[in-house]
């Protein structure tokens, strides 16, 4: 994956006595401490991050983190205090007014909260704004324009005017503003944010189905995790002007950088984005080519369970086998675990989403077995560590 | 307060406008252009046949009602209009007409531009608005006596007088009109690339324009509120009839002159309000 746009520390500083509040700033002062010193407010805070080409990067935080800002400061909607952005490798921060405004017009597109259609055009002009002050002649922005609409599912309106169209309509106008210009990157502020529930689902759904053919670069603001865990490839967390955490939604559910984080993934459904081999823990096994009743029955001693899990010289899994039948083996000095194996344990694939085999689950008392493609036993999953990860505490191996 | 000085605020303007009569053939110009535009009007006014005049502007408000069929204000304007022909104003109507007509496109030619300057310019703004409420509250009286020097008597100084009593409307709702434009819009407009230019033309002013309008509109109505006043250093028309009948005390001829401008006035007003509706974009 190449790097599409490098944001390098970034800093916002808004208000009176800018020099003075970076000095403060890099001498370490808080944010309060500089408001109080200075009158000025910290927008955003040293601010490092990439985007790679085609994903989708989703910067996320609560109101006055800085994700506006931040997004803002991409296309220098806000200048930047200082830092740099660059894309493909051009520092934006030094362009001069007629390169930003071909930056602004070929590389990049926004898509804001709450829409920002223009009242006095139609749809398809709103659509083809873009195109229009690029000085692209009426038919073939009519034309794009018409067909970006056909993109976003949306036929028949070229002629309304946005106040006869829903929300989520609206916004789907805007989104096509954005496409309709080609650029690779978007900037997407709050898309979805002022919409319904449901419209919202479904703009995302949108916005991911475009995405798997369009591979446009997109940098998406949200306030809602459950949205950026849903949508974004890698998601950025920022409290007060700084970055807090940069990772892949699995990540930032599984290592959460700090309690900030912690509290704010508290409340996300996790058992839609949690899979098997997050709640999987390492199983106790014998080898049934090497291994014969008498080991068996010293790994269950030694780690205090009633059964263990079976696989082979090549790690792929057999099956279990548990105390009592193993005592028998020892009994009638069998050297072999073979006869005792029970085979019909439930298994499951490491990828597969926690909520499909969530019931299951409550209804066996055997774990299950997490095993690949391979039939490599990878982990078992028991109830405890399930009930666990979704409560959001440690997954503890012992439960 | 006998041991201070007066200050001699009166001998300082009067230094300053005999300085600016230096100035004559600047004034000159002045006065052929805006006379240029009176005759102009005028003589579109005389050429047209009372009865064709009628007849313009009740289909004119027709076409523009068109959605709404407004039988009253039609009614309203054919007695009306009748009314001015059958008292022998009809010619005094067209002058003052002319009168407003010539102030009002002087005071929107000079009043958007300087409102779009005050919108997009924190420190015009500061400048201009005390200047606006100066020329707005100072007695339209004070404006006559320079007037008259620079420009001698007639329709011209007439018009002058008018344009600074009534542009600061027009001013004022303009900058009002672009300041109001949502902010996200304007974000939207610069975030796809447009010039300062694009951004005004495809987006401020198309927004702000009824705001704009309803300036035009108040500017439309307080230059006629000048007709009178401008009468007194020798403008033509209803205005002109309203001061002799002061003169003579003679309220009936006084009261049906007067009547003649009402007329005028709330056919004006209703017509440019109709316009301005009848552009904007529905709901």
Request: hydrophobic share 45%.
């Amino acid at each position: 994956m190449t790097e599409k746009l490098k944001v390098e520390h970034l800093t916002k500083i808004f208000g009176r006595r800018i020099q003075k509040a970076q000095e403060l700033l890099n001498e370490g002062k808080s944010k309060a401490e500089i408001l109080n010193a200075v009158g000025a407010t910290v927008g955003v805070n040293n601010a490092s991050f990439t985007v790679n080409d085609g994903e989708i990067f989703v910067i996320m935080g609560l109101s006055g983190s800085g994700k506006s800002t931040i997004i803002r400061m991409i296309n220098r909607l806000i200048e930047p205090t200082s830092g740099k952005i660059s894309i493909d490798g051009d520092d934006l921060t030094k362009l001069d007014k007629k390169e930003l405004l071909n930056v602004r017009r070929k590389k990049m597109s926004m898509v804001f909260q709450n829409f920002a259609l223009f009242p006095n055009r139609t749809i398809v002009e709103n659509t083809a704004y873009g195109l229009e002050i690029q000085g692209v002649d009426k038919d073939t922005r009519i034309k794009k324009a018409h067909d970006a609409l056909e993109l976003v599912g949306l036929h028949g309106y070229d002629n309304q005017y946005p106040t006869q169209l829903s929300g989520g309509m609206q916004q789907r106008v805007g989104l096509a503003r954005a496409l309709a210009n080609d650029s690779q990157i978007l900037l997407m502020d709050e898309a979805f944010s002022a919409l319904d529930p449901l419209n919202r689902k479904d703009m995302q759904d949108e916005l991911l189905d475009l995405q798997e053919n369009l591979h446009k670069t997109i940098v998406f603001i949200s306030h809602d995790l459950n949205e950026a865990l849903r949508i974004g490839d890698r998601i950025m967390i920022m409290k007060d002007g700084e970055v807090v955490q940069i990772g892949t939604p699995e990540e930032i559910l599984t290592q959460p950088a700090d309690e900030y984080v912690e509290r704010f993934i508290e409340d996300v459904d996790r058992t839609k984005v949690l899979t098997a081999a997050n709640v999987m823990i390492r199983p106790n096994t014998v080898n049934i080519d090497k291994d014969g009743p008498r080991i068996a029955m010293r790994r269950m001693l030694e780690n205090e369970i009633s059964s263990v899990y079976v696989v082979n010289n090549k790690r792929e899994f057999i099956g279990i086998v548990d105390a009592s039948h193993v005592m028998d083996l020892i009994r009638q000095k069998v050297t072999k675990l073979d006869s005792v194996v029970q085979k019909d344990v439930p298994t499951t694939k490491p990828d597969t989403p926690i909520t499909t085999i969530m019931e299951k689950i409550s209804e066996t008392s055997i774990p299950f077995a997490v095993v690949d493609d391979q039939k490599h036993l990878l982990g078992i999953i028991i109830r405890g560590a399930v009930l666990g990860a979704i409560s959001g505490n440690e997954v503890n191996a012992d439960a | 307060m006998p041991n201070i000085p007066q200050i001699p605020v009166a001998d300082w303007v009067n230094h300053f406008v005999n300085w600016l009569e230096g100035f004559t053939g600047f004034f000159n110009a002045i006065t052929n252009f805006i006379g240029g535009i009176i005759n102009g009007f005028q003589w579109i006014f005389d050429l047209i046949p009372i009865w064709l005049f009628i007849v313009l502007v009740i289909g004119g408000t027709y076409w523009l009602n068109r959605k709404t069929k407004h039988w009253t204000l039609i009614g309203f304007e054919l007695i009306g209009l009748l009314y001015v022909w059958n008292q022998g104003y009809w010619r005094d109507m067209t002058q003052t007409l002319t009168l407003v007509l010539t102030s009002s496109l002087i005071a929107l030619v000079i009043g958007v531009p300087l409102g779009i300057w005050m919108a997009k310019s924190k420190t015009v703004e500061v400048i201009v608005k005390p200047i606006l409420d100066f020329m707005q509250t100072m007695p339209a009286f004070v404006y006559l006596i320079p007037a008259v020097a620079f420009f001698g008597i007639g329709m011209v100084p007439g018009v002058i007088a008018s344009v600074i009593f009534a542009m600061p409307p027009t001013i004022r709702m303009t900058n009002l009109g672009i300041r109001q434009v949502p902010a996200d819009l304007i974000e939207a407009a610069d975030s796809y690339g447009s010039t300062s230019w694009q951004k005004l033309i495809k987006v401020q002013l198309p927004l702000a324009k009824s705001t704009l309008m309803a300036g035009v509109n108040q500017s439309m109505m307080l230059s006629l509120s000048m007709v009178v006043i401008a009468s007194m250093i020798g403008a033509m028309g209803l205005g002109n009839k309203v001061y002799f009948a002061v003169g003579r005390n003679d309220a009936g001829s006084g009261f049906a002159a007067g009547l003649a401008i009402v007329i005028l006035a709330i056919i004006l007003d209703r017509i440019t309000q109709a316009i301005n509706r009848s552009k904007t974009p529905k709901a």
